[in-house]
């Protein structure tokens, strides 16, 4: 009696503690966008997607968890590959918001399952593999940054702009100050290269960031380039 009550009691601990992994608390979501020209603009250079040419405009990178303290859980549950059958209603929106520009030209599967299986599953508690990508994908709609940007007069045409008014147009328009991250152009120019957007955990509303992506020093002017 007493062995199979202590092979009972390891057995509960042994759920407990998958459920517990798969239940990663985490206190935010930074959704990242990223620019197709700052992206290509580089000595790597890049590939459009087989499907063709990205519009013009920003693509997701990712929905990101992230704790307070500016550390963040990655890769928590190796039993929940990305199944692109799951998302099969939202191919085409992915094709066109989350685009991939890696090498080998891919159709973006790849690129969508390495952010699923390395941020996704870490918010399962919250969004299914489905309400993750939807949840990207809405964020995307309600924040549009190329608008933002350009009706503050800052243009993806090869100028340069300061990071100060960057961040403020992005948060005249949506209530909370953007991390920036920057790379830099095959002559070393700083540009424009990704925007980070604090988002609480249910993935739906924009929140101010409680703390700020650690990202590449940006010049404190910098180019947007064309695409």
Request: aromatic fraction near 12%; glycine fraction near 8%.
């Amino acid at each position: 009696m007493e062995f199979k009550n202590s092979t009972l009691i390891k057995l509960l601990t042994i759920q407990c503690l998958s459920f517990c992994c798969l239940a990663q608390d985490f206190d935010f979501f930074y959704l990242v966008q990223q620019w197709p020209g700052s992206y290509c603009d580089t000595q790597r250079s890049c590939c459009y997607p087989t499907t063709g040419k990205p519009d013009t405009d920003f693509g997701i990178h990712g929905l990101w968890p992230n704790y307070n303290d500016g550390s963040y859980p990655s890769n928590c549950d190796p039993s929940s590959p990305f199944k692109q059958s799951m998302v099969s209603d939202l191919i085409s929106s992915l094709q066109r918001s989350w685009p991939t520009l890696a090498c080998p030209s891919g159709d973006g599967s790849s690129f969508w399952s390495h952010e699923w299986v390395k941020h996704g599953t870490c918010s399962e508690s919250v969004l299914d593999q489905h309400g993750y990508f939807k949840s990207a994908l809405d964020l995307k709609a309600k924040i549009n940054l190329l608008q933002i940007l350009m009706g503050a007069g800052i243009n993806p045409d090869g100028g340069s702009y300061s990071i100060s008014s960057i961040k403020q147009a992005v948060k005249n328009a949506i209530g909370s100050t953007p991390g920036i991250e920057c790379n830099v152009d095959e002559d070393g120019n700083s540009q424009l290269y990704q925007v980070y957007i604090c988002v609480d955990t249910s993935g739906s509303n924009i929140i101010e960031c409680p703390v700020m992506p650690s990202t590449d020093k940006c010049d404190s002017s910098i180019e947007f380039p064309t695409f």
